[in-house]
């Protein structure tokens, strides 16, 4: 049992420059199986203003660990922090674009990047403005009166995207978002997140099957073992910045962080990287 005191001393002040923090995390699913044992004694700093990959084999456990730090799941054991504090329901301080296609098909584009400000009750006039500036910024200008499946698929990333960041999330979890996307419009919008995220200093935690991908965009780069999951290689990528993602491949250094996380990420066994 954790003791509560311990908990609070653990994670007061002295820690509160780490965004995110877990600590000996444990997460179980209950199946008709029985027990489902997906993390254990999981531990991961991500630091303010880092662009952290997660790299990992299928089921290993990378959307769980999103979910756990959003708050829509819980540990079984363990704490898992945002800035210095126990994370206790839903984590507002975070956005979130999950591994699916979440725009509502019956509104606009505008009306669907609206919804997170609707919420927090932003009156309508500021509200249009600031959705109007959001999707210039992520591309999106003139798109406010389309519906979804009049965008492709690249749009409705950038849509989402924008719904994402219109309430200014100081952390931004992205679950594989470009990875249906052909190779040279995922070059395009991941060079948009690069000055995104060069322009606003947030933190990214950034889930790929895509090594390449991930050593383009982050600072770190972890790798997920099979279940129950640890981490098996925690690389910094030693590739300077500003990058332009096109040519960070090219850049020294780049094929032996390529090489050590290949051979860390474990194909085989039960489950397969597609
Ligand atoms: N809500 C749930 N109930 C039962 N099992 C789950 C649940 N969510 C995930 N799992 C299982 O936990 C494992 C890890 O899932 P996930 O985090 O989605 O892996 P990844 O994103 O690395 O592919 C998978 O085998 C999955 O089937
Ligand atoms: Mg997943």
Redesign the pocket.
């Known amino acids: 049992m954790e003791n509560p005191g311990s908990t609070r001393r653990d994670f007061g002040p002295a820690r509160a420059a780490l965004d995110i923090e877990f600590r000996k995390v444990g997460k179980v699913?209950a199946?008709r199986k029985g027990q489902?044992e997906?993390l254990r004694d999981f531990d991961l700093e991500v630091r303010k203003g880092e662009f952290l990959a997660i790299v990992?084999p299928?089921?290993?456990?990378?959307?769980?660990v999103l979910n756990l730090m959003a708050g829509l799941d819980t540990p079984t054991s363990g704490t898992v922090a945002c800035h210095g504090h126990p994370i206790t329901g839903v984590n507002s301080e975070i956005g979130y674009l999950t591994q699916h296609d979440s725009l509502m098909p019956w509104l606009t584009v505008e009306d669907n990047v609206a919804v997170p400000l609707e919420i927090r009750g932003i009156p309508k006039a500021e509200r249009r403005e600031r959705v109007r500036r959001m999707l210039a910024d992520v591309g999106l200008g003139g798109f406010e009166h389309h519906h979804p499946n009049q965008l492709s698929g690249g749009m409705r990333k950038r849509a989402m995207l924008a719904r994402t960041l219109i309430y200014d999330p100081p952390t931004l979890l992205m679950d594989e978002p470009f990875g249906p996307l052909d190779a040279q419009l995922k070059v395009v919008l991941q060079a948009d997140l690069m000055r995104l995220w060069n322009a606003t200093g947030k933190t990214v935690v950034f889930?790929t099957h895509d090594i390449v991908e991930a050593i383009t965009l982050a600072d770190r780069v972890i790798v997920l073992s099979h279940?129950p999951s640890r981490i098996k290689l925690d690389e910094a990528i030693a590739i300077g910045r500003p990058r332009e993602v096109h040519e960070a491949r090219f850049a020294p250094g780049f094929e032996d962080h390529y090489r050590r996380l290949w051979s860390a990420i474990e194909i085989g066994g039960a489950e397969k990287t597609p």
């Open positions: 699913f199946s489902f997906v990992g299928s089921g290993s456990g990378k959307s769980t889930v279940r």
